[in-house]
């Protein structure tokens, strides 16, 4: 019997020896162990989401695009002309944006421009979200995305242009504030 008491007892000290070693107090005055200490301590890497290509990005601003423009079609009471998608990172994080070209004609026919614009969509990796528009009342042509900035050419006529052909060219860098590009 005495043997019995003494190896539970050398079993007891060794087990409390143990746990004594593996506890930490915590901000609430209770023990935890240093194993549960290590698992509160340590953050978990973020979940990365899969990032959608420059040829995704496009599609889903043309469709978002797409879908906003009867309001646009509307207003200038027009129909579509030219639409050309570009690509190029405008705002400074790496990935590539899309911007979108279009230009409007008259609802009843004829070649005249009736209005055009850009419309600016900035790809977060997992889609693509609209920041900003462009629709000056001159026309212009767009040129091209390059360090973080997109360039337009403004377009005026001289006294003795043809209607076809405006000759004063202006490089223009756009802006983007609130929502609109200047």
Same mark, same amino acid.
């Given at each position: ?8 007892? &050398? ?7 143990? #746990?004594?070693? #593996?506890?930490?107090?915590? @901000?609430?005055? #209770?023990?935890? &162990?240093? $194993?549960?200490? +290590?698992?509160?301590?340590? +953050? ?10 420059? %040829?995704?990005? $496009? +599609? ?15 207003? !200038? ?9 570009? @690509? ?37 990796? @997992?889609?693509?979200? $609209? ?11 767009? %040129?091209?995305?390059?360090?973080? +900035?997109? !360039?337009? %050419?403004?377009? %005026? ?26």
């Amino acid at each position: 019997m005495k043997k019995t008491h003494l190896l539970f007892g &050398s079993i007891i000290s060794f087990l409390s020896l143990l #746990n004594c070693d #593996n506890k930490k107090e915590n @901000t609430n005055g #209770n023990q935890i &162990s240093s $194993v549960a200490a +290590k698992q509160v301590i340590t +953050k978990r890497p973020p979940i990365k989401q899969a990032s959608i290509s420059t %040829e995704q990005a $496009v +599609k889903l601003a043309e469709k978002q695009f797409e879908e906003y423009l009867p309001k646009i079609l509307d207003d !200038y009471d027009a129909r579509p002309d030219l639409q050309e998608s570009h @690509t190029g990172d405008f705002t400074g994080d790496g990935i590539s944006d899309v911007v979108i070209y279009f230009s409007l004609a008259p609802q009843d026919g004829g070649n005249a421009l009736v209005g055009q614009g850009l419309a600016l969509y900035k790809n977060t990796g @997992t889609n693509v979200k $609209v920041i900003a528009g462009y629709e000056p009342n001159y026309l212009f042509t767009f %040129e091209k995305i390059s360090d973080g +900035k997109i !360039y337009v %050419e403004k377009l %005026e006529y001289a006294e003795t242009d043809g209607r076809c052909c405006p000759s004063i060219r202006t490089e223009h860098v756009l802006k983007i504030s609130g929502g609109k590009a200047y």
